[in-house]
């Protein structure tokens, strides 16, 4: 979606969909598509716990 926007700083929005407090409405994630080398980079930058 970047690529077709035009926009580089687009994120898909994840919403909450809990009907169970005052502020669910309000709790959202950005979802970030990336290319598999991007996220392989990514990864191998990656501390493992405990270090």
């Not at 994840?14 to 409405?25: Q, R, S, V």
């Not at 970030?32 to 990656?46: G, R």
């Amino acid at each position: 979606m970047r690529k077709i926007t035009g926009n580089n700083e687009f994120n898909y929005v994840l919403l909450c969909n809990k009907i169970c407090g005052a502020a669910h409405y309000n709790m959202q994630m950005d979802v970030v598509v990336e290319s598999q080398e991007d996220y392989d980079k990514w990864l191998a930058e990656q501390k493992t716990f405990g270090e």
